[in-house]
């Protein structure tokens, strides 16, 4: 069976991104071994971090000699922010008007 950490990280990942994490991890763990793939895991939840970007990213930073900063925690009283998503096509029509073409 899988450790906590890697249970507890994969029910949080989407169905769909479950198989790009798990790659990850069996990379991670050719890289570097079991314990430092579960190792990435645990800051990778203490971070919140769910893409499997930032779980090479933390892995990277973990065993390397770089200094590792503590996760930030907002506090309560921070909204929560809807994403922004930009209309692209609006820039499209600008910049055919000036000459640029795709």
């Given amino acids: 069976m899988l450790p906590d950490p890697l249970r ?5 990942s989407g169905k769909g991104l479950r198989g790009k994490v798990l790659s990850a991890i069996a990379e991670l763990t050719e890289k570097d ?8 895991v645990k800051a990778a939840i203490d971070y919140d971090a769910a893409d499997t970007d930032s779980l090479v990213n ?5 065993n ?3 200094i590792i900063p503590p996760p930030i925690k907002l506090p309560e009283y921070v909204p ?3 994403k922004y998503v930009p209309e692209l096509s609006a820039y499209d029509s600008v ?3 000036a000459g640029e073409r795709q």
């Fill in 8 to 12: 507890d990280y994969l029910m949080r």
């Fill in 33 to 40: 071994g079991f314990e430092k793939a579960v190792e990435t």
């Fill in 58 to 62: 933390i892995h990277n930073i973990l």
């Fill in 64 to 66: 390397s000699d770089s």
């Fill in 80 to 82: 929560q922010l809807k």
């Fill in 95 to 97: 910049l055919l008007k």
